[in-house]
């Protein structure tokens, strides 16, 4: 596309955003900031006057460092389209902390969007914000139910500039993706302190077993690195629902296994952390980094958002529960009973009773280990169900 046709869509770009909000300076604006440049705010609606105000960003100050991973993603919390050819952590003048996002489109097709899935309320009002340096920067969100003009600024003549927008979301909005990009041509642009400031989640809530008089007993396996077909014979010959918690790596490396041994009603594929670190041991904003980014990764790959979290090794404290809440998680599920590696341990007296839910490991040994399991839950006269549908 030429270069006049760019500015062509741009002009339009421009114009759109124009009729749908009238632009206003943010209050943050330097001096001499052309009248491009905008915060704009549709009509405020209603808000959870309630609960505490907080950030919602995923690593907002890009300050967290990339889980060890030498194939993860390279901007924790952060999905960019040009991956780490365009987008990158500096720390040549930041806004503040130590560090920022700077992005170089790599060619004349690139907008170099960074973007990340932030956990939402319906019909609440939220206020999204960043600092950004560059010539037509844009800050916006989808997915809220409701159209919504991004910020953006013509030119923050080489300082940083704050741009603000405010949306409302629907009334079936859970989720909202925030973006920020530059423009076709316009050379590199920076990020940093980004927002999405409203109502504090409530906490997920921590559970070893699920609340229920049925006779049941939930069957979930974790990680994912070892995957036999013995295993995946065993659960289509006993059609057992199954509660997945796989790390992204393998579920990204053998996808249609997971669709697979999850294809009896009832089964689910849920969070279980990027790293598979002990989150007891990291900050909040690096343990809602693990949680989200392995949100972002599951969904990508199965179409369907986790809403349970298996902390790894069982570790957590109360920011895991704040962080999985700010991810959109309601549970953060440990279990009563594991049968991985030759195992039958169960942590209470007696037999399995209702509502256990029973650990297990995607191992060479899985096959046995479930036919050890079916055969517990058999004489507590249980039987395996699916836990996605007992914890909605």
């Known amino acids: 596309m030429s270069m006049s046709t760019r500015l062509s869509a741009l002009a339009?770009?421009?114009?759109?955003?124009?009729?749908?909000?009238?632009?206003?300076?943010?209050?943050?604006?330097?001096?001499?900031?052309?009248?491009?440049?905008?915060?704009?705010?549709?009509?405020?609606?209603?808000?959870?006057?309630?609960?505490?105000?907080?950030?919602?960003?995923?690593?907002?100050?890009?300050?967290?460092?990339?889980?060890?991973?030498?194939?993860?993603?390279?901007?924790?919390?952060?999905?960019?389209?040009?991956?780490?050819a365009e987008a990158a952590v500096t720390t040549a003048a930041p806004h503040s902390g130590a560090s920022a996002l700077t992005v170089t489109p790599a060619d004349a097709d690139s907008t170099g969007e960074c973007a990340q899935t932030v956990s939402v309320q319906p019909g609440t009002t939220y206020t999204a914000s960043a600092w950004v340096r560059g010539s037509f920067v844009h800050l916006g969100a989808t997915g809220t139910g409701r159209d919504v003009a991004p910020a953006w600024t013509e030119s923050t003549q080489g300082g940083w500039q704050r741009l603000t927008t405010r949306f409302t979301t629907g009334p079936n909005a859970r989720s909202i993706r925030l973006y920020v990009h530059g423009w076709y041509q316009q050379g590199p642009f920076s990020v940093n302190d980004v927002r999405v400031d409203g109502p504090t989640p409530a906490p997920a809530v921590a559970a070893g077993a699920v609340p229920t008089t049925d006779k049941v007993a939930f069957f979930t396996v974790d990680d994912g690195w070892q995957r036999t077909p013995e295993a995946e014979q065993f659960i289509a010959d006993h059609r057992l629902p199954i509660t997945a918690f796989p790390l992204p790596m393998p579920a990204g490396t053998d996808p249609a296994f997971f669709r697979r041994v999850t294809a009896v009603p009832g089964s689910s594929i849920q969070d279980h952390?990027?790293?598979?670190?002990?989150?007891?041991?990291?900050?909040?904003?690096?343990?809602?980094?693990?949680?989200?980014?392995?949100?972002?990764?599951?969904?990508?790959?199965?179409?369907?958002?986790?809403?349970?979290?298996?902390?790894?090794?069982?570790a957590w404290n109360a920011d895991t529960l704040q962080a999985a809440a700010n991810c959109g998680i309601r549970t953060v599920l440990t279990a009563d009973a594991d049968f991985s590696w030759g195992a039958s341990t169960i942590w209470h007296p007696g037999l399995l009773q209702p509502g256990d839910v029973v650990l297990m490991h995607w191992t060479d040994t899985l096959a046995t280990d479930l036919q050890r399991a079916l055969a517990a839950a058999d004489a507590a006269g249980l039987k395996p169900a699916g836990l996605a549908d007992y914890l909605r």
């Open 12 to 84: 339009a770009s421009v114009a759109l955003l124009t009729a749908l909000a009238v632009p206003t300076a943010s209050a943050d604006t330097p001096a001499g900031t052309p009248s491009g440049a905008t915060g704009a705010a549709p009509p405020a609606g209603p808000t959870a006057a309630t609960a505490a105000t907080v950030n919602l960003a995923t690593n907002p100050g890009f300050e967290v460092p990339a889980p060890n991973l030498a194939d993860w993603g390279s901007i924790p919390g952060w999905s960019c389209t040009g991956g780490p």
């Open 273 to 314: 952390s990027v790293s598979h670190s002990d989150l007891s041991k990291l900050p909040a904003d690096q343990q809602q980094v693990e949680i989200c980014d392995a949100r972002d990764s599951l969904t990508r790959i199965f179409g369907t958002a986790p809403v349970v979290f298996r902390p790894p090794f069982f």
